[in-house]
């Protein structure tokens, strides 16, 4: 039995609280596929090797000089289609990224809605779960009645393609959900909870050069002792149990870190998404990548609760629950 979830309200009156409800997600990725054998090439290491590190079979990934725009825009309009909705019916495109500039994020709103406000926001690999936080209270403030969420990231060109540790994890996409005002009894975007341990920025970071640099031991580490606590805060700020969830869908980081978190949570029951296997880490848009893999292979999870958290350089971190499209 699922416990209703009591979550705060932002508004002048009882009388006038809205909620946000979530209405639709999509995602699009590249069409080159990068094997896990492709990936371990360079550094004389096998497809084994890189499965048991990462459980990475494939990434996907732009070609040299490829559109992250294009992607964003296919997300985007997907998710307008299932969400009933024209360009024209969107207030506000919000862009959460961590590689990709703001011109470019500039580019890709107007893209998609010309008319639409706009925004950027950087929190990468948590920036998803911020975003989301930040469509819901615009919605609930009245500053907008739709909000186009779009998660757009071209990790492949920060990379080093000589640096074992972050040429064989990330990948490319984008992803994109789409929120609307609803009463607060139908309210879908439960409170964020959000923090980080600046202490630790270095472990994940870009170089005097702006490639990324990372020190894997380090996150694995700080990963599965963080992550577990955040999990049950936003579970209690949401007014639920673990065992009201239907599925989690952490940042894709990597396969080890997310079987560890699972393990110390304890959810058989749980629907715990690993894309990473099919779609490699693509910061920001892995959440909604895989929240929109989980929605297809899985649709009997829809109206019912999801545990988002995200965590990556900064070290920042972030989570909610939703309840699914």
Not at 23 to 33: G, M, Y
Not at 102 to 125: E, F, K, S
Not at 158 to 163: E, T, Y
Not at 194 to 223: H, K, P, Q, Y
Request: aromatic share 4%; with cysteine.
């Amino acid at each position: 039995m699922i416990h209703a979830p009591t979550w705060p309200t932002l508004g002048a009156s009882s009388a006038h609280l809205v909620g946000s409800r979530l209405l639709a997600v999509a995602s699009a990725q590249p069409d080159r596929i990068v094997t896990a054998a492709d990936l371990g090439r360079p550094f004389d290491r096998t497809a084994d090797w890189v499965r048991d590190r990462t459980g990475i079979d494939q990434v996907r990934r732009l070609d040299h000089g490829g559109d992250v725009v294009a992607l964003a825009v296919d997300a985007a309009r997907t998710a307008l289609d299932r969400a009933g909705l024209a360009a024209a019916e969107v207030d506000l495109v919000l862009t959460a990224s961590c590689s990709i500039t703001a011109p470019t994020a500039d580019d890709l709103a107007h893209a998609i809605a010309p008319r639409a406000g706009r925004m950027y926001l950087n929190a990468a690999c948590s920036g998803f779960c911020y975003a989301l936080s930040t469509a819901d209270n615009l919605i609930r403030t009245g500053a907008a009645t739709t909000v186009l969420v779009v998660a757009a990231e071209q990790m492949s060109a920060l990379l080093d393609p000589a640096d074992l540790a972050t040429s064989i994890i990330f990948g490319d996409g984008a992803g994109a959900a789409v929120l609307t005002a609803t009463d607060r009894s139908n309210a879908a975007i439960g409170p964020l909870v959000c923090g980080s341990d600046g202490t630790r920025a270095a472990l994940i970071a870009c170089r005097n050069d702006g490639l990324l640099e990372m020190m894997g031991r380090e996150v694995f580490r700080w990963a599965v002792e963080t992550v577990p606590t955040l999990a049950l805060e936003i579970c209690h700020r949401a007014g639920l149990r673990l065992a009201d969830l239907a599925a989690f869908i952490p940042h894709q980081a990597n396969k080890r870190i997310i079987d560890a978190v699972a393990n110390r949570l304890g959810v058989p029951t749980m629907h715990v998404s690993t894309d990473i296997s099919r779609s490699g880490n693509a910061s920001a848009a892995s959440i909604p990548i895989a929240l929109d893999r989980l929605l297809s292979d899985h649709p009997e999870l829809g109206g019912r609760h999801a545990l988002l958290i995200g965590f990556g350089a900064g070290l920042a971190y972030a989570g909610q629950v939703i309840r699914l499209p």
